[in-house]
């Protein structure tokens, strides 16, 4: 008998135990098993008799399959299953936007990694033994790896020709905005030309889970994802399977920053689950998981801003290239949000701004936290600092001079901006922190220690210069375009062990932000008792999107209130009916006697008569159950015009603005974040402690795309898979932070609450380049930073 439900059981075991509503910072039900390891994460799951999965993997970025050789992996004891695209028992194709990613390869190769075939073993080795044995004759072609050279007319084509790609040519997707006069022009203008490379997501937990073979014919999938319904929709064409055939659990989750929103091991599993009877796992290693996922999109960026004397922004013109790699994966919204947030937070009368995503042969690309805003907001921002030196103002003023406002229309979409637009106000606040001392010890002489690479004595202070530098971001939250955006609720309310009990049943995936205890603080909020069991995410309820675009805390939340209104009403109502046939039941609260304050209407009723808000529940319930399903949307966002880019795309805007300071050995290249001072408004903090945590993370990612990540892509090779040469920020490497969070109510959403994941992430790293520039007095158009950016080496050679 398989263990498969152990995260389901011990987190419903643990989320009786924790306490606090809407606004406390209630303990996280998970928190303790993992800090303990006994979390179970996906990669924990065993089932008796199960097999193992691997994955044979394409070792030329572009080339044509002429011939696979499965005959010696099949020879092999305990191999039970070796497939290839000739074993689909459906599609060939899945796509999360666009249908045009292969199961498994057909007859060519787009990206390094691509998988060839899939092996089913009853042991890790032997499935890996079977990998090594299948041969595959290659035609290897030259890859296109340059996405400005595969936007030409005369470049070759990732792909001759698909269904779906109707942009032509190697173009996913163009978006255009056109504000306002496009031959503006202005006292003083600059020009600047950046890239962004290519971050990994580098969550901790690599793709792993487990399918399942079902009575029924089905399939019953466990897996780390971060959209459960649409991963099920894929899996099941791909089967050829009705989708009430492929059931889904979320298992445990370690980290996804949006490389989970696509699908990794769960076809593959499901194949070899179908085709041996049995149940087959599959883990990725760490190598493997860099090709197993989408990262974040290379990005080049060309800018020109013009302003009048005093500072006033006149126009932006800008034209931001983004590699999307072989497939299209989330690239038309990465385009979208790049368009339609690329000129940032600020009041911009004419704008002219294209942002396209090429077809290459490189890794595919998807979403990570920032989705397109963090690569515009990088080149934005150095832009405002290039402006105010050669206007001769303050960096700071100047932003805060063309700060978008609530009741302004944003510059590019048109779109009003009706709720809070601190812009002015989160710039203020950080730069009224005070700045840390100098890195000396307490008789002034320099702390070696605290020099950058100062650990390791790489340096003596000799060098060394100190920058500070600002930024500020905008993003959306939620999905736009018109896009069906909703999540689905369901709420039962019983009488368990003697005690009131509310059940809390939601396919929203806990991928660590902590939307679990979300879930259980607004049960307690709006049912007014203690005992909150959120059960395991499933497709056993309807669909609550994906876990991303910081939108599961507005759009999963407001379906969780809105059912839980709606047992509220019907036990009032109930109460209310036992009232008129003569019986009275009062004594236990059904809910807070002042409501929280939100705007918008919710679906269901909300409230009652007074005299009815303290209730037996226990005899008023007795072994009767409430349960109510609720389906809820936000307000409608509509698609933008092809031409313009005008329209109210989208639902809600969050701003976040960052100030770094920065030690840096100018002789060495080497760069010590001092301190980090942030401001955010987050509406309302639901559980002020866990968006604390929101923000701490976002940031270390932004630190880490400034200076440290990037995969590294060579003619389509990835160079460095592996946390040895792909870094990650570490707790050494994390500054002092002070963080000012706002709760400015958004009038249109539940609690008033905004979206928190990404805005950090997005302001973050341009305010560290802006500080490093500051210290180096050197241009720094790319991120990461890289130590020969900082250091003339070839003043330093002549030495």
Known sequence: ?????????????????????????AGRPDGTLKVSGEFAFSSDLWADDMLWGATLRSPHPRARV?????????????????????????????????????????????????PIAIVAADHPETARRAIDAIHVDYEVLTPIV??????????????????????????????????????ATADVVVTGDYEVGMQDQAFLGPESGMAVPAEDGGVDIYVATQWLHVDRGQIARCLGLPTDKVRISLAGVGGAFGAREDLSIQIHAAMLALHTGKPVKVVYSREESFFGHVHRHPARLHYEHGATRDGRLVFVKARIVLDGGAYTSSSPAVAANAATLGVGPYVVPNVVMDSTIAYTNNPPCGAMRGFGAVQACFAYEAQMDKLAAGLGIDPVDLRIRNALAEGDRMPTTGQLIDSAAPVAQLLERVRSRPLPPPTTGGDGEVDLTTMPGGVSNTTHGEGVRRGVGYAVGIKNVGFSEGFDDYSTARVRLSIVGGEPTAMVHTAAAEVGQGLVSVQAQIARTELGIDRVVVLPADTSVGSAGSSSASRQTYVTGGAVRAACQA??????????????????????????EQRPEVGG?????????????????????????????VEWRHRPTYPLDPVTGKGNAHVQFAFAAHRAVVDVDTDLGLVRV???DTAQDVGKAM????????????????LGLALMEEIQIADGQVRNPSFTDYLIPTILDMPPMEVDVLELADPYAPYGLRGVGEPPTISSTPAIAAAVRSATDRPLTRVPIRPEDIVDVAATAAL
């Open 1 to 25: 008998m398989t263990d498969l439900s152990l995260h389901g059981a011990l987190h419903q075991e643990t989320q009786e135990r924790v306490s606090g509503g809407v606004g406390e910072s």
């Open 66 to 114: 002429l011939a696979i050789n499965l005959g010696p992996a099949l020879a092999l004891p305990g191999v039970y299953a070796v497939l290839t695209h000739e074993d689909v028992p459906g599609s060939k194709l899945y796509g999360l936007e666009v249908v045009d990613q292969p199961v498994l390869a057909i007859d060519e190769v787009r990206h390094i990694g691509e």
């Open 146 to 183: 340059d996405s400005e050279g595969a936007l030409q007319p005369d470049s070759d084509l990732v792909y001759a020709d698909r269904p779906g790609h109707s942009a032509g040519g190697n173009i996913t997707r163009h978006v255009a905005v056109r504000t306002g006069n496009p031959d």
């Open 567 to 592: 047992v509220r009403a019907r036990v009032l109502e109930l109460a209310a009916e036992r009232h008129a046939a003569g019986h009275s039941p009062g004594g236990t609260d059904l809910g807070p």
């Open 601 to 629: 209407p919710l679906e269901g009723p909300s409230g009652g008569a007074a005299d009815l808000r303290s209730l037996d529940l226990i005899s008023l319930l007795g072994d009767e159950e409430i349960e109510e399903t």
């Open 674 to 676: 001092v301190q980090i």
């Open 687 to 702: 559980n002020p402690q866990a968006v604390l945590g929101q923000i701490h993370g976002g940031t270390a990612q932004g």
